[in-house]
């Protein structure tokens, strides 16, 4: 992760492409996790990070999307 403030996160084009090359040998979905305070951590996928400077999302898409651990996993937290 290069940086975030409270309203987005980025990481710069070397790490996405790393992370891009390891999801197409493994074939499995790659997720950045954002743990956000007061309300858990969220997951988004690389391809719904959009290309700026660097790959970034903003906190209210992430929300959005609203892809949480248990749908990762596939079973309800406890």
């Known amino acids: 992760m290069q940086g975030w403030d ?3 996160i980025s990481i710069d ?6 992370l891009k090359k390891w999801e197409e ?3 499995f979905q790659t997720f950045i996790g954002w743990r956000m305070n ?11 990070l959009e290309k700026g400077k660097n790959y970034n999302i903003t906190k209210k898409k992430a929300i959005a999307i609203n892809i949480r651990l248990e749908n990762i ?4 937290m406890q």
């Open 6 to 8: 409270r309203t987005t």
């Open 13 to 18: 084009e070397e790490k996405f492409n790393e």
């Open 25 to 27: 040998n493994t074939n």
């Open 38 to 48: 007061g309300m858990g951590w969220y997951f988004v996928r690389l391809d719904d």
């Open 73 to 76: 996993l596939g079973t309800p």
